[in-house]
């Protein structure tokens, strides 16, 4: 049994996280963000939380009076936005993390999960198929944070046996919650825009591969590495990879469905970060200690994520 903290519930992938948190058989599951939810999501939420993580008291306070014993961290400054404001993206996505890291052994938590990403790697890394353990020398200030992030949990885990996991997570695409200030948002936003408007302009090239996963997957993995045995877990961070495709492969196979769709490239300052990324990642490492799957391809994801969209917007 467990009683579980969401920091960061309002983003793209809390909102769909808390849900499917609460239809399981934990104790309790507290969604906290700095943002108020809308109304659709604050009545998912079973409870909610105003919580700003840069504020250490605020934290504090709430594990403490919840009995909380899991925390998924998800509140960061995504790449592109990083870009824009570097120290602000220092400050949220570091002092956030150690926060956590410092309730965590405060209150001897059984585990925290904490999101990193494929942004770890930079120009000089192996582009395909990259490995777990590789060359970390990202260019951009999100890369940096989530490498510095990475070293800091497992800094944690070997210094007080603080039981961090985390997942390097590629493009998420999904329908609920819009991300936003990432690279790979192009990936969510050519859906919306090719039902509302059967035109997308897209700021990435159209030979940009980059790693995705759909928000089912993504869902289902991190609530698998929350409940991964932690005896059989050899490694904190884990690649991880749905599928890799280029934004033209995407838009051909939006328009098997919506054959009016047309998209033009515009590619803006995000085409440098993208450029500077993997193509395709190696996650047997995480199929190996805890069992990952992923269940959806390129078409199976376009299918379910026109179904899901045009449900909500049409
Ligand atoms: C972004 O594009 O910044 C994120 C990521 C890959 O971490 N989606």
């Given at each position: 049994?467990?009683?579980?903290?969401i920091i960061g519930a309002c983003g793209q992938i809390g909102s769909?996280?808390v849900?499917?948190?609460?239809?399981?058989?934990?104790?309790?599951?507290?969604a906290s963000d700095k943002k108020k939810p809308p109304?659709?999501l604050l009545?998912k939420f079973?409870?909610f939380?105003?919580l700003?993580?840069?504020?250490?008291?605020?934290?504090?306070?709430?594990?403490?009076?919840?009995?909380?014993?899991?925390?998924?961290?998800l509140a960061?400054?995504?790449?592109?936005?990083?870009?824009?404001?570097?120290?602000?993206?220092?400050?949220?996505?570091?002092?956030?993390?150690?926060?956590?890291?410092?309730?965590?052994?405060?209150?001897?938590?059984?585990?925290?999960?904490?999101?990193?990403?494929?942004?770890?790697?930079?120009?000089?890394?192996?582009?395909?198929?990259?490995?777990?353990?590789?060359?970390?020398?990202?260019?951009?200030?999100?890369?940096?944070?989530?490498?510095?992030?990475?070293?800091?949990?497992?800094?944690?885990?070997?210094?007080?046996?603080?039981?961090?996991?985390?997942?390097?997570?590629?493009?998420?695409?999904?329908?609920e919650t819009?991300?936003g200030?990432?690279?790979?948002?192009?990936?969510?936003?050519?859906?919306?825009?090719?039902?509302?408007?059967?035109?997308?302009?897209?700021?990435?090239?159209?030979?940009?591969?980059?790693?995705?996963?759909?928000?089912?997957?993504?869902?289902?993995?991190?609530?698998?590495?929350?409940?991964?045995?932690?005896?059989?877990?050899?490694?904190?961070?884990?690649?991880?990879?749905?599928?890799?495709?280029?934004?033209?492969?995407?838009?051909?196979?939006?328009?098997?469905?919506?054959?009016?769709?047309?998209?033009?490239?515009?590619?803006?300052?995000?085409?440098?970060?993208?450029?500077?990324?993997?193509?395709?990642?190696?996650?047997?490492?995480?199929?190996?200690?805890?069992?990952?799957?992923?269940?959806?391809?390129?078409?199976?994801?376009?299918?379910?994520?026109?179904?899901?969209?045009?449900?909500?917007?049409?």
């Amino acid at each position: 049994m467990k009683t579980i903290l969401i920091i960061g519930a309002c983003g793209q992938i809390g909102s769909e996280l808390v849900p499917a948190l609460q239809s399981l058989d934990f104790d309790a599951v507290y969604a906290s963000d700095k943002k108020k939810p809308p109304r659709e999501l604050l009545e998912k939420f079973h409870s909610f939380h105003y919580l700003d993580v840069l504020d250490y008291d605020l934290l504090d306070n709430l594990v403490k009076d919840n009995n909380i014993d899991t925390i998924f961290h998800l509140a960061s400054l995504l790449s592109a936005k990083s870009e824009k404001y570097p120290q602000m993206a220092w400050n949220l996505n570091m002092n956030g993390l150690l926060n956590v890291l410092e309730v965590g052994r405060k209150y001897n938590l059984k585990r925290i999960i904490w999101p990193s990403s494929i942004a770890v790697f930079g120009p000089t890394t192996p582009k395909r198929n990259t490995p777990n353990e590789t060359i970390l020398q990202p260019t951009s200030i999100y890369g940096i944070t989530k490498v510095a992030g990475e070293l800091l949990c497992k800094y944690y885990f070997n210094r007080y046996g603080l039981d961090v996991r985390s997942v390097r997570l590629p493009g998420i695409i999904s329908s609920e919650t819009l991300p936003g200030g990432g690279t790979t948002d192009y990936a969510v936003e050519i859906f919306y825009e090719a039902i509302q408007n059967n035109q997308y302009t897209c700021f990435l090239e159209k030979d940009t591969i980059l790693p995705m996963l759909y928000m089912k997957d993504c869902i289902k993995a991190l609530i698998h590495l929350m409940e991964a045995d932690s005896v059989k877990l050899k490694h904190r961070i884990f690649n991880l990879t749905g599928v890799s495709f280029s934004c033209e492969q995407l838009a051909d196979e939006i328009k098997k469905h919506i054959p009016n769709f047309s998209i033009k490239y515009q590619p803006d300052e995000r085409q440098l970060i993208a450029d500077s990324w993997p193509q395709s990642i190696d996650d047997s490492l995480a199929r190996i200690e805890w069992g990952w799957e992923h269940a959806y391809n390129l078409e199976e994801l376009t299918i379910d994520m026109l179904q899901c969209l045009r449900k909500r917007l049409l």
